[in-house]
C-alpha cells in the first residue's frame, strides 16, 4: 500500500485518475489539491466520487504531499517543474501529467512553451512515460512525464514502422481528431456548446505541441539505425466529449506483412490491441478504458499504408497511462486498477 497526492484533482484528467485510484487496491489517496476549492469535500464537488473520498480538497501550500510515495501532476504546464525538486528530494516519486518534463532538449521546450524552464537540472532524470517503449527505465524513475494525449496514440500507431525498414520514414502523415475534453476542464469561446457542436476543424496546423514530444521520442528510436524521420501532424476538434481517432499514413518501400508486424510488436502489451484485418476501430470502442486498438490498412492494395489508432484521451491519453506508469514505477501489477470494460452506448 503506498500513500498517494494528487495536485489539480478538479480538472478532467484529475478526476478521471480519481476515478481510477478508487477502485485501486494499493492506493491510499492522503490528499487532493485545488487553491478555489480548498476546504470543499471532494463528493460534494464531484458527486460521482460519493462514498469514495471521504477527504475535503487542500491547498497545495498546506497539502503533506512530502509524506507521499507517489505524486501526481494533473496540473497545466508550469506547475510541476517549481515543486518536483523539493517532492524528490523528500523521497516522493513523480507521475507529472504536463509537457513540463517530456521533452529532453531545453532550448526546444522553451521554444514551444514560451517560458525558462524552473528545473532544468531535472530534464535528463525524467523518464518519458510510454510504457511500450521504456517500460524498463520507468520501473526505475523517480520522475515520469507521461506523455500527451495525442502524443500517445500517434506513437503506437507508429512504433512497429519506425522500428523497421518498410516504410518512408521521412514523409509520415499523422491526421487525429479528439474530443473537446483534450482541451482541459475550462471556458473558452471555442469549447462552448454553441461553438464546437455541429463543427468540425482543424487548429495547430503550423506547429502543435505534442509534435516537439512525438519526434524527439520517435528520434531516440532512429539512432540506432542511422535513419531520420520526418512527420506532418494535423490535430482536429470534433464535437464529442472524450476520444481520440489517429490515422497515420506511411508510403511503403519494402514489402512486408504489416498485419503480422504490428501482431508480434504488441503481442505482449496489456493496454495495446491490434484488432482483425478489415477493421475500423470506433472511439467508443475504447470509452473509459486504458486500451489502444490499432486497425492496419492498405488501400487497394497500393504503396501506402493506413494505421488507425483509438483511445480515450483521457485514460490511455492521460490518467489511465499515469497509473500504468505509478504501477511499474512501485513494482505492482502493470494492469492493476485498470481493466476496465468499455462503455456502451
Known amino acids: 500500500m503506498i500513500k498517494v497526492g494528487v495536485v489539480g484533482g ?12 478508487a477502485s485501486h487496491p494499493q492506493v491510499e489517496v492522503a490528499a487532493i489539491t485545488s487553491r478555489a476549492e480548498a476546504g470543499v469535500k471532494v463528493a460534494d464537488h464531484f458527486p460521482s466520487l460519493r462514498g469514495r473520498f471521504d477527504i475535503a480538497f ?7 504531499l512530502a509524506k507521499c510515495d507517489c505524486v501526481f501532476f494533473a496540473t497545466p504546464n508550469g506547475v510541476a517543474m517549481g515543486q518536483a525538486r523539493a517532492l524528490l528530494d523528500a523521497g516522493a516519486r513523480i507521475v507529472d501529467f504536463s509537457a513540463d518534463f517530456r521533452i529532453k532538449d531545453r532550448a526546444v521546450w522553451e521554444k514551444w512553451y514560451k517560458v525558462a524552464h524552473a528545473a532544468p537540472e531535472l530534464l535528463a532524470e525524467a523518464v518519458y512515460g510510454l510504457p511500450e517503449v521504456n517500460r524498463e527505465r520507468i520501473r526505475a524513475a ?3 512525464a507521461n506523455p500527451g494525449c495525442y ?37 473558452e469561446m471555442d469549447l462552448l456548446f454553441a461553438e464546437a457542436s455541429d463543427n468540425f476543424k482543424a487548429y495547430a496546423v503550423a506547429g502543435h505541441r505534442h509534435h516537439p514530444e512525438i519526434m ?38 519494402k514489402e512486408a506483412d504489416f498485419q503480422a ?7 505482449k502489451e496489456p493496454f495495446v490491441d491490434v484488432l482483425p484485418p478489415g477493421s475500423q476501430p470506433e ?21 501506402t499504408l493506413v494505421v488507425l489508432a483509438v483511445e480515450d484521451n483521457l485514460v490511455k491519453g492521460a490518467a489511465g497511462q499515469a497509473v500504468q506508469n505509478m504501477n511499474l514505477m512501485f513494482g505492482f501489477p502493470e494492469s492493476q486498477g485498470l481493466e476496465h470494460i468499455a462503455v456502451v452506448p
Request: with cysteine.
Open 10 to 21: 478538479t480538472g478532467y484528467t484529475g478526476v478521471e485518475l480519481l476515478r481510477l485510484l
Open 58 to 64: 487542500t491547498d497545495p501550500a498546506a497539502a503533506p
Open 142 to 144: 523517480r520522475l515520469v
Open 151 to 187: 502524443a500517445t496514440a500517434v506513437q503506437l500507431a507508429l512504433l512497429p514502422l519506425v522500428e523497421s525498414d518498410f516504410v518512408d520514414h521521412r514523409h509520415l502523415i499523422a491526421d487525429a481528431k479528439s474530443g473537446v475534453s483534450g482541451a482541459g476542464r475550462k471556458a
Open 216 to 253: 524527439e521520442s520517435l528520434a531516440s528510436l532512429e539512432k540506432a539505425s542511422g535513419r531520420s524521420i520526418g512527420l506532418t501532424f494535423v490535430p482536429h476538434l470534433v464535437p464529442m466529449v472524450r476520444g481520440i481517432l489517429a490515422t497515420v499514413y506511411a508510403r511503403i518501400t
Open 261 to 267: 508486424l504490428f501482431e508480434k510488436r504488441y503481442a
Open 283 to 303: 472511439t467508443r470502442w475504447v470509452r473509459g478504458t486504458n486500451q489502444c486498438r490499432i486497425a492496419i490498412h492498405r488501400p487497394l492494395g497500393g504503396d
